[in-house]
């Protein structure tokens, strides 16, 4: 049971450059989210899904955008890249339930923009 | 929406020693509150977390924590703390249908010999 994964693992882009973060859960999870982490700021929510189709912005959308085109995966792209997404990207999912479910996370992945 | 406040960026305790971490949070409803744990090049893995009942919640590797409503709070305790407990740790508050989930800045535990 693999729960969260990321790819890549790490990352460097220059300014304007664009890219896809993978994340696939294969806990049959029906929400799923997109973190970036920065020093100081804790995680703060980019993206989410509450299922297949279905996205909507979350704290910080600008500069991303995602698709959930499989329950099981979920892809956040940068279409043109800036130093100030340079982060740590956090991709998390949970199920649904009238509860608030905790989120699994996965191990991250190191952008830097330069 | 709701949020969350660790007032502690840095602590420092020695090894054997006890350990409580401070958060608080601003919810005007009945919060779901979670500790999670990031080991160095890791991702968050879940400490324990407090939905309703009683207010003293137990954890994994020796953690605990206690909901005071009064006072807004959600600290985290160990009664002896192990060099592998060196991390950073996050508080967070959880609301709403999708699960919308606020988290603290975080607090680096630093754990001496």
């Known amino acids: 049971n693999a729960g969260v994964t990321q790819t890549p693992k790490f990352r460097v882009l220059k300014t304007g450059q664009s890219m896809t973060l993978l994340c696939a859960q294969d806990?049959?999870?029906?929400?799923m989210y997109w973190y970036r982490q920065d020093p100081g700021m804790g995680l703060r929510l980019i993206h989410y899904s509450v299922g297949e189709g279905t996205t909507a912005k979350g704290e910080v959308p600008d500069g991303y955008n995602v698709s959930r085109l499989k329950k099981q995966n979920f892809l956040l792209g940068l279409e043109s890249a800036a130093p100030s997404q340079t982060s740590v990207y956090f991709c998390?999912?949970?199920?649904?339930?009238?509860?608030?479910?905790?989120?699994?996370f996965g191990p991250g992945t190191r952008l830097t923009v330069t | 929406a709701q949020s969350v406040t660790q007032p502690d960026i840095h602590i420092t305790v020695s090894e054997g020693a006890s350990l409580e971490l401070r958060c608080n949070y601003s919810?005007?409803?009945?919060?779901?509150l979670f500790w999670y744990v990031q080991s160095p090049g890791q991702g968050l893995q879940l400490l324990l977390k407090y939905f309703s009942g009683d207010t003293l919640v137990q954890g994994i590797k020796g953690f605990e924590a206690e909901f005071k409503r009064s006072q807004s709070s959600f600290n985290l305790r160990k009664p002896s703390v192990h060099w592998s407990d060196a991390a950073e740790y996050f508080c967070a508050v959880g609301a709403g249908n999708n699960n919308d989930m606020r988290f603290g800045a975080g607090t680096r535990l630093t754990v001496k010999p």
């Open positions: 806990m049959n999870h029906e929400y």
């Open positions: 919810y005007g409803a009945t919060p779901y």
């Open positions: 998390a999912s949970s199920s649904r339930g009238r509860l608030v479910h905790e989120q699994y």
